[in-house]
Each structure stands twice: as C-alpha cells, then as structure tokens.
C-alpha cells in the first residue's frame, strides 16, 4: 500500500494512557499512519516523539499543541480527552472536513449540540463506549427494559472504574441507561437516580438508578441489574485490557470514511441501531 492510500490519522489527548494505547493500535494498523499527534499546552510530552511516548520506538512524529496545524491534511482524528478540547476539536474538524472519532466521556448536552453542529461539515461518531460488547449489551439492555415492565421490574446500573475517572457515572452507564431508558420509553434525564444519601424514602417507581464505585486500576465493569420482587437478571460487561477501545475506535474511523457528514454512533458503526 502506498503512502497516498493511507489513511493519515490524529491522536488527541497521546501522551494520556488512552492516547498511547491508539497510537500503538493506528501504528499496527493496516491502511492507517500516524499523521500528528496532540497534547494540551504545557504538557511534559511537547516536542517529544510520539513512537517513544507510547513505548513503540521513534517515528518522527512530534508531539504538538497545535490542533489546526495537525489537522492539515489528515483524515481522521481520534480523541478521547475532555469535554472542552473535544467541543474544540469538532469545529476544527468540521473546517478541514475530516472524520471525528470521539471517545470522550463527561460531556454536557451543551456540547454535544456544539459537536452535532460541527457534523453538519464533519463525519462524527461519538460514544460513550467504543467496545463491541458494550455497544451489544446496550442492545441487550434496551431489549430487556422493553420486556420487563416498569411497574414490577427496577433498573439500576452499576459501574465501577480506575482512581483517577474524573468523570461519574460512566459515559459507558449512561449509554446503558439511555438504552434502558428507550426500552421504556421514557426520558433518562427526568427519571435517572444519580445520588442517594440519607433518608431517601421508597425507590421512585419507573427510575433508572445508578451507583458508582472508583478504585484500583479497574478499566471498565458495567452491570445492568433487572430487580422484581422474586428474581433478578444481571447484564454484565468487563474490559480487561484498554485496547479493545481503541480497536473498537478505529473500525469506527474505517466505517466513518466513505460516509456523509453527519453524527453517528457506535450502533450505527456495528449496524444494530435497528
């Protein structure tokens, strides 16, 4: 394959543990190159090789602060970093007409209209879970919130990450949740159960709850608990190695390609949005 087939690919956020796990995965990656790799201003990793950050060896691609400069000729940018660069990201992307893969967790609903703006002229796909797993258990979720009716069955989610998620719950709880939710047929946001403490009173009926737990270096386990008042069905998922989100990023990147602008997600990357 030559050069001018390969697709030239930004890592936002690489000198992070998810930046440095995409840059090992686009540099194995068939039909994909490293184009320029992206740090916040004031980062330890400026000007550093981006091969020797992520433990691959140099490949002459410094790392820079400089998003538009590194959007210059690229194809594709892929990002997993904070709710404010990521807004940032999208305008630019939309300006250079790239795909926008976005893995980044925490953001309000401002800015995701912000981010669904920018797809009028950018190919975005954004989820709160690149896994194939997840994105099947989500199926799952939805699949079971329909059939088990609301008035004897509760639903809580429970998630538990690495000490030092800044974000909670999970963007991988919520996509659970909004899948339970459309299940239902309800609003997440007026019937999501994020906090308890103290005299809380009886479980509201119908609400979607969530717990969190933080510790350890635990990468990702999600449950989605179905409670009646004789039984209870638990959907489950555990990421045991990091790479599998960015495997999951980068056939989102492929599938985004050959595509209009607009806003996708990963059901629609894995063809189960039906």
């Known amino acids: 394959m030559t050069d001018t087939e390969m697709k030239m690919v930004v890592v936002a956020g690489a000198a992070g543990r998810m930046g440095q796990t995409l840059l090992k995965a686009i540099h194995a990656a068939a039909g994909m190159r490293i184009h320029a790799a992206i740090e916040r201003e004031g980062s330890a990793a400026i000007g550093k090789d981006a091969g020797d950050v992520c433990g691959i060896g140099p490949i002459g691609v410094p790392i820079t602060a400089d998003p538009l400069e590194a959007f210059v000729k690229a194809d594709a940018v892929i990002d997993f970093t904070s709710p404010a660069s990521t807004v940032e990201f999208a305008a630019l992307a939309a300006q250079a007409r790239i795909v926008h893969i976005i893995g980044t967790t925490g953001c309000s609903q401002d800015d995701v209209e912000k981010i669904k703006a920018a797809s009028r002229h950018a190919r975005i796909?954004?989820?709160?879970?690149?896994?194939?797993?997840?994105?099947?258990?989500?199926?799952?979720?939805?699949?079971?919130?329909?059939?088990?009716?609301?008035?004897?069955?509760?639903?809580?989610?429970?998630?538990?990450?690495?000490?030092?998620?800044?974000?909670?719950?999970?963007?991988?709880?919520?996509?659970?949740?909004?899948?339970?939710?459309?299940?239902?047929?309800?609003?997440?946001?007026?019937?999501?159960?994020?906090?308890?403490?103290?005299?809380?009173?009886?479980?509201?009926?119908?609400?979607?709850?969530?717990?969190?737990?933080?510790?350890?270096?635990?990468?990702?386990?999600?449950?989605?608990?179905?409670?009646?008042?004789?039984e209870m069905v638990t959907l489950s998922h555990r990421a045991t190695d990091r790479s599998l989100f960015a495997q999951g990023a980068l056939r989102a990147a492929r599938w985004a390609f050959d595509k209009k602008p607009g806003f996708y997600n990963m059901l629609d990357v894995l063809g189960l949005d039906s």
């Open 125 to 230: 796909v954004m989820s709160g879970n690149m896994s194939l797993g997840v994105n099947l258990l989500g199926v799952l979720v939805r699949q079971a919130a329909a059939a088990l009716e609301a008035v004897n069955w509760d639903i809580e989610v429970l998630e538990m990450h690495h000490n030092r998620k800044v974000d909670a719950p999970s963007g991988t709880a919520l996509l659970l949740g909004a899948e339970a939710a459309k299940g239902r047929g309800i609003d997440l946001l007026a019937n999501a159960v994020k906090v308890r403490d103290g005299h809380t009173g009886a479980r509201e009926p119908g609400s979607i709850g969530f717990a969190t737990l933080r510790g350890g270096g635990v990468i990702g386990d999600h449950e989605v608990i179905f409670a009646s008042e004789t």
